[in-house]
C-alpha cells in the first residue's frame, strides 16, 4: 500500500512507529512523489484536543503521518507492547534543515511571531550552511487571509512548510491552502521557531532524557498550565482505553 509504515492504534487513531531516521527516510518518499500531505506530531494535548474539540478528530485522521510525541503517547504505547521513540517537531525540523543541507530540499517556514521565524531562519542557516530556507512567515493573521499567504508561498514551490501557530490553527492552516501551495510535506511544529530563534530554550538534556520537558516549559512559561492541567484526562482516557 502507498505511503504504509508500521503503525499502533491509540485512542481510535494510528501513530507511527517509525524512530526519526526512519520518520526522514519516509519524508524523503513523500517528497518524490510530489503529492501533498499533512503530517501531525501526536502528543497528549493533541489526543485530549480531539475529543473536546469537535472536528479536531477528523483533522487528525487526514494525516498521512502521526508521529508519537511526548512522554505521554510514549507511555500510552508502552502499556500496549511498543516501544517508540519520540518524533517531536522541533527535533523533525532540524534533522529537515540538515538534510536541506546535503539534498537542497526547499524548505519554508511560517508561525510564530513577527521577526521570531526570520531569525530562526538565520540561526539554522549558520548552523548549516547551505540549507535551502526559501521563505518565512510570520503566523499572525486571519484563517481569511489563508488563500493570499498561499499563493505567495506556492511561488517560491517548496518541499517542505513548516506550520508553527499552535494546534489546532497550523492544521487547519495547512488544510486551507495544501493544495494551492502543493508541498509534499506540509507539518505542524508548535513552538519550534520559538525555540530555534532563542526566544524560548530547550530543556536540558537531563530533564529530557527523565521525560521532563514539559515541567521545563511550564517553569518558563506558567501560561503552559493549561497544557498540563490535560495530563491526567489523557491518562484516564488511556486507561480507559485499556491495552
Ligand atoms: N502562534 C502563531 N499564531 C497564532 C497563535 C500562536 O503563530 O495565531 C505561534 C506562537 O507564537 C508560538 C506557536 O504558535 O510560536 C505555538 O506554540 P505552542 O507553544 O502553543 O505550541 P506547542 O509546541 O506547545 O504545541
Excluded at 509504515?5 to 524512530?19: C, I, K, M, N, R
Excluded at 507492547?81 to 534543515?97: A, F, K, P
Excluded at 503566523?139 to 518541499?159: E, T
Excluded at 486551507?176 to 502543493?182: D, W
Amino acid at each position: 500500500m502507498k505511503n504504509a509504515h508500521p503503525t499502533a492504534e491509540l485512542l481510535g487513531f494510528s501513530v507511527s512507529l517509525l524512530d526519526m531516521d526512519q520518520t526522514l527516510e519516509f519524508f524523503q518518499d513523500l517528497i518524490s512523489q510530489r503529492e501533498p500531505n499533512l503530517i501531525m506530531t501526536l502528543d497528549a494535548t493533541a489526543l485530549v484536543l480531539a475529543q473536546e474539540l469537535p472536528g479536531f478528530a477528523d483533522i487528525i485522521r487526514r494525516a498521512t503521518l502521526r508521529t508519537a510525541d511526548g512522554a505521554g503517547v510514549k507511555w500510552a504505547l508502552r502499556r500496549k507492547g511498543h516501544t517508540v521513540t519520540r518524533v517531536s517537531g522541533v527535533d523533525l525540523v532540524e534533522r529537515m534543515t540538515e538534510l536541506s543541507a546535503q539534498r537542497g530540499y526547499r524548505l519554508y517556514f511560517i508561525g510564530a511571531e513577527p521577526g521570531v521565524t526570520d531569525l530562526a531562519a538565520e540561526r539554522l542557516r549558520l548552523k548549516y550552511p547551505g540549507c535551502n530556507i526559501v521563505g518565512t512567515h510570520h503566523g499572525y493573521f486571519p484563517a481569511d487571509s489563508d488563500p493570499v499567504v498561499a499563493a505567495d508561498i506556492a511561488k517560491l514551490k517548496p518541499d517542505v512548510v513548516f506550520a508553527a501557530m499552535g494546534m489546532p490553527r497550523q492544521e487547519q492552516f495547512i488544510l486551507n491552502t495544501m493544495q494551492a501551495i502543493g508541498a509534499p510535506i506540509m507539518m505542524g511544529v508548535g513552538g519550534s521557531f520559538d525555540v530555534f530563534s532563542g526566544k524560548t530554550k530547550r530543556a536540558p538534556k537531563l530533564m529530557q532524557a527523565l521525560h521532563l520537558e514539559w515541567l521545563w516549559r511550564l517553569m518558563l512559561n506558567p501560561t503552559k498550565i493549561a497544557k498540563v492541567k490535560k495530563l491526567p484526562k489523557f491518562a484516564l482516557m488511556v486507561l480507559r482505553e485499556g491495552r
